[in-house]
């Protein structure tokens, strides 16, 4: 009963986990396209939006990942492209459904 008690209080203090396979950090992702929407003439880079976000260059290409979407056949309100002439190479709104 004891262990099962402890077991119980340790999930409930432990912080979940926001990240990694199949997690979404939507906070991550909600600063990502703040960013863009802010830069939406200029565009902005990996690098850019890793500082923004505060979050490693890996994770920052991830979120772009996630926002350009479109590939599984699902309906996106906001998704990204990648101009890849640019050095380094920049990202741009492709969707934005806010948008005026």
């Given amino acids: 009963m004891t262990g099962l008690l402890n077991e119980l209080v340790s999930s409930y203090i432990t912080p979940k986990r926001k990240t990694g396979r199949g997690n979404v950090d939507l906070a991550q992702i909600e600063k990502a396209k703040g960013l863009l929407r802010g830069r939406r003439p200029r565009g902005a880079s990996v690098a850019d939006i890793a500082r923004h976000v505060g979050c490693s260059r890996q994770r920052a290409e991830r979120l772009l ?36």
């Fill in 65 to 100: 990942d996630i926002l350009s979407g479109g590939s599984d056949g699902r309906q996106y309100d906001f998704t990204v492209y990648e101009d890849d002439s640019a050095r380094p190479p920049l990202f741009y709104i492709a969707k934005d459904a806010q948008s005026p």
